[in-house]
């Protein structure tokens, strides 16, 4: 399971880096084919969930790496095919049928994501037993997520180089071998390792009225929206971040360089988390994540932008290096320690005591993952009609709604539905 919380995060940051070749073709798609990644929760989330629940954990898990699998040959298919034929035109660019396979080979990667995603969460949760323990295992799962997206990138930048006007996904090819055959192997070893699927089995378990659904759960509808809100905090603090370095610095690599600090922060804090989550409850721990996120932008937006401050950075073509920029960066970088642990924290307290339904839920909570691109999207016209900063207060409110959950909406009130417990108890 850990295994797969590090290829989630390594099939999605495939797609930023190679955008960047894509967008010396055209300038508007940079972020296209990681739009098209996060799009696919939307479509497949309660179908995930279903999947879940039909066929078990295993074969969810194992038709995830099949369907990654093809989202890759696609992607390596639009650097062979369809380069000479122009479907239609986007102002003076024509897109080719090249760039709409590549578009789709995302778009299918994404399906594998969201499957994957609804294996990892609720199966982590459950080995260790729900609780304190459960969120336990999916922050030291979350660790090796975000131990992937850190590597991943500077992976990908290492096998592109420089990317120029002449640079095709021919470049990347080995990459995509590299990612296929990484497919394989993780679909070999799923095949051979014996997974616990106590939700289909019969034998034994009382059978209970299935008149309700996880909809019916105050507590894990409340947890819906605010993993939808999590996900646009988690994306949007260091995208509009990036951006308002790039205006105060001149520089793009700068700017994200800074930010990668972020996602480093990130790993820390979701480490720290799956040492200390025995002891500490996934509430306690939301609560004061939020309530210091909150206090980290609200200073970040109050401070002026002549106090600044050095901070280490990378760039390609200059390595590491330590650059002025405002103080408020900092203070939005740290932002990092605290989201690492909202994902955990939320997923656990949403789905306690649903018993049978949790498999359902995990699917509808991988449709929400689409906050990542709804909110952050509002977020930066917000930045761009009024300020970088003043974007930032989209965020202080979600942050203020997560808050809410964690000492009141998280709390589950419908004790009087009958759950087959039968999960949590073979933990």
């Given at each position: 399971m850990f295994f797969l919380f590090?290829?989630?995060?390594?099939?999605?940051?495939?797609?930023?880096?190679?955008?960047?070749i894509w967008k010396t073709q055209y300038t508007w798609s940079g972020m296209l084919g990681n739009m098209m990644n996060f799009l696919?929760?939307?479509?497949?989330?309660?179908?995930?969930?279903?999947?879940?629940?039909?066929?078990g954990y295993k074969k969810t898990a194992l038709w995830a790496m099949a369907v990654g699998f093809i989202g890759l040959v696609f992607q390596w298919l639009s650097g062979k095919v369809g380069a000479e034929a122009g479907l239609f035109s986007v102002g003076e660019q024509v897109?080719?049928?090249n760039f709409i396979i590549y578009l789709l080979g995302a778009f299918i990667c994404g399906f594998c994501v969201c499957m994957l995603n609804t294996v990892v969460n609720p199966?982590?949760?459950m080995l260790g037993g729900g609780g304190n323990k459960g969120n336990q295992m999916v922050q030291a799962g979350g660790s090796l997520n975000s131990l992937a997206g850190t590597l991943t990138p500077l992976f990908v930048g290492m096998l592109v180089g420089e990317v120029s006007d002449k640079t095709t996904m021919g470049n990347v090819a080995p990459l995509l071998f590299i990612a296929m055959g990484v497919f394989v192997v993780a679909f070999l070893v799923i095949s051979a390792v014996a997974i616990p699927e106590p939700h289909l089995r019969k034998e034994g378990v009382k059978k209970v009225e299935m008149a309700h659904s996880p909809w019916n759960f105050r507590h894990t509808v409340l947890g819906?929206?605010?993993?939808?809100?999590?996900?646009?905090?988690e994306i949007g603090i260091p995208g509009v971040l990036i951006f308002y370095l790039a205006s105060v610095t001149g520089s793009a690599a700068v700017a994200g360089g800074v930010a990668a600090i972020y996602w480093l922060l990130m790993l820390c804090g979701r480490m720290i988390s799956s040492a200390i989550s025995s002891k500490v409850s996934s509430r306690t721990q939301l609560i004061t994540v939020s309530i210091t996120a909150i206090a980290f932008i609200c200073i970040a937006i109050f401070l002026s932008d002549s106090y600044t401050i050095n901070m280490p950075s990378y760039a390609a073509n200059e390595g590491f290096s330590?650059?002025?920029?405002?103080?408020?960066a900092l203070f939005l970088v740290l932002?990092?320690?605290?989201?690492?642990?909202?994902?955990?924290?939320i997923f656990n307290l949403a789905v306690e005591g649903l018993g049978k339904y949790t498999a359902q839920a995990s699917g509808i909570f991988m449709m929400m993952v689409v906050g990542g691109g709804v909110m952050p999207l509002i977020q930066n016209w917000i930045a761009d009609n009024v300020g970088y900063?003043?974007?930032?207060?989209?965020?202080v409110a979600m942050l203020a709604y997560l808050l809410f959950y964690g000492l009141v909406g998280c709390k589950n009130v419908n004790t009087d539905i009958p759950v087959d417990d039968s999960i949590q108890n073979a933990a």
């Open positions: 590090a290829m989630i995060s390594f099939v999605t940051n495939l797609a930023a880096p190679i955008g960047t696919a929760y939307l479509f497949m989330g309660i179908p995930a969930g279903n999947l879940l629940v039909k066929i897109v080719t049928l199966m982590l949760n819906v929206i605010g993993i939808f809100f999590y996900v646009g905090i330590i650059v002025e920029v405002p103080t408020k932002c990092g320690l605290c989201t690492s642990v909202m994902w955990g924290g900063m003043e974007s930032y207060w989209l965020v």
